[in-house]
């Protein structure tokens, strides 16, 4: 019996898996053709002369960079705009392919534990703590790569509650900082177990992006109408 309900867990696990994986390629896909619109609608004509023969050959991968060469040059936002833009676009054309933040509970310590960290009494109210934000350090173009949020949320009740998180993503090219459409829901309302918990999402980097260039992520949290905490990280290109 073990063993079945193993296989099963393998089996859901593995669909769930592949369903991730396809929208992920059908999200790479749009946002592709919707970049090269994006940087062609932005640039003047003239710097993307070879943008209309790579389009008629089918060769998107050429088309792309033409269209982002001349975006750079007609002095469009750049390249990055286009690519965050284009995924924002295509999230809103196809909300299911928008990829369900994981939410798990931290067994690293008890509930109780977590109140005597904090010192949380009950008349404090509903209270939530972002204890981190973990990102890697570096990234590699074109790599997907994970944020982990772990926070503490603490009731009077020791009730579950809901948690509003807030994303934002901002790249640093040439020294200077541009907030970009965060590729994923940049907002989303929780229901989460009191105690310490861990949010992971994952966020795409462009395949072109220049080494040098920095993503900069902060996120928020709030819960029980108070002001929201935040904390950034930063993620370099290598």
Known sequence: MRGLILAVMTCVYSVGALAQESAYAD?????????????????????????????????????????????????????????????????????????????????????????????????????????????????????????????????????????????KLFVTTDGKEAEMPFPSASSATRVVEAGRSKETIQLPTPPDAAKGTTYRIEISAAAGGKPPTMLSRSVNVI
């Open 27 to 167: 999200l790479d896909a749009c946002t592709k053709d919707e970049q090269i619109r994006l940087t062609a609608k932005g640039a003047a004509i003239g710097l993307v002369t070879g943008l209309g023969g790579a389009l008629f050959s089918g060769k998107k991968d050429k088309a792309l960079k033409a269209a982002a060469i001349g975006a750079a040059a007609g002095g469009v936002a750049g390249f990055a705009t286009a690519y965050y833009t284009a995924i924002d676009n295509c999230n809103k054309k196809n909300p299911q392919w928008i990829t369900e933040s994981s939410l798990v509970r931290d067994p690293s310590k008890s509930y109780q534990q977590v109140k005597k960290e904090h010192g949380y009494q009950a008349r404090e109210g509903i209270k939530v703590h972002l204890n981190d934000v973990k990102v890697p350090a570096s990234v590699q173009p074109g790599e997907r790569f994970a944020i982990d949020t772990i926070f503490d949320v603490m009731t009077p009740t020791d009730a579950e509650t809901e948690v509003v998180f807030q994303r």
